[in-house]
């Protein structure tokens, strides 16, 4: 636009005494439309953007609203995690993501499944205090989380359908790069739930060898692994605190809700599963 200000009133070269150029009135008209086709042209590339569309999003949205009047966002800008639209918020040291979402009218009107949906994108309990140290039990370091904007969409975090556990009953997949664990039936996702493994965690497959109601560590200060299932030798998914990362001495900690669950009502000794570093192999992709 600024090259065709500069050539419309740029002096015509060879024109006599100097005298500015002046293009007929037909020109002039032709130029007028091809400057506004051309602004047009760019304000629809702006408006049609994912990030400038998102930004949009978030200014109708109750939930964004509500976060930046609080001021807890640490940018505004609009992420996608795992398929769902989210930003990030900052939290105060010791504060719950539970205690957070009561302080957001629209979050709150919804917790019953807000806790869960956070504490499943973001691989940490609902319960425990944010941005405390490593040694304590009812706390993690991280004090960003990602907040979902629309709890209509579901995350997309392991392949909904696993075709080498197709011929199994029930199949177990672990993810020690994303920290999650799948729980698969004739090879369909049924349940996706957050982990903390080891930093080296072995990857292998494995069978439930065997299930322990009432657990306790061999190796460190008979620490309590309850609701424990065998995956061989001294490995085991147990419950436990699970703070969004890496932090167990290798075992596979669950959320003690989903340990109840896997231990009363889907697990049994047999079933097959495997510990891998974030690759599907054989070209597995997620499908419907």
């Known amino acids: 636009m600024l090259t065709l200000a500069v050539l419309y009133n740029h002096p015509r070269i060879g024109c006599c005494q100097g005298q500015a150029y002046q293009p007929p009135r037909h020109h002039k008209g032709k130029l007028m439309k091809t400057i506004l086709f051309l602004g047009g042209a760019v304000i629809s590339l702006l408006l049609w953007s994912p990030s400038v569309r998102a930004q949009s999003m978030g200014q109708n949205n109750p939930i964004y609203r509500e976060m930046a009047k609080q001021g807890s966002m640490t940018t505004g800008e609009i992420t996608t995690v795992y398929g769902v639209p989210c930003v990030e918020v900052m939290l105060k040291k010791g504060e719950t993501i539970k205690k957070f979402i009561h302080s957001i009218p629209s979050l709150k009107r919804i917790s019953h499944i807000v806790e869960d949906?956070?504490?499943?994108?973001?691989?940490?309990?609902?319960?425990?205090?944010?941005?405390?140290?490593?040694?304590?039990?009812?706390?993690?370091?991280?004090?960003?989380i990602f907040v979902p904007l629309n709890y209509s969409i579901e995350p997309k975090i392991l392949p909904e359908f696993l075709p080498r556990a197709e011929n199994h009953e029930k199949y177990i997949l672990i993810d020690r790069r994303q920290q999650y664990l799948g729980l698969y039936e004739k090879g369909r996702l049924k349940h996706c739930y957050p982990i903390s493994s080891g930093k080296s965690t072995p990857l292998k497959k494995f069978v439930i060898l065997n299930m322990d109601e009432f657990h306790n560590s061999r190796l460190y200060d008979n620490a309590q692994m309850n609701l424990a299932l065998n995956i061989g030798n001294n490995y085991f998914i147990h419950e436990g605190i699970v703070p969004g990362y890496a932090a167990s001495h290798g075992c596979i900690r669950v959320f003690p809700l989903h340990a109840r669950f896997l231990f009363y009502k889907w697990a049994k000794p047999g079933i097959p599963g495997e510990i891998i570093d974030g690759k599907i192999a054989d070209g597995e992709m997620a499908k419907k």
């Open 117 to 144: 949906r956070i504490a499943l994108i973001n691989k940490t309990h609902y319960l425990l205090n944010m941005n405390g140290p490593e040694s304590d039990n009812m706390s993690t370091v991280k004090n960003k």
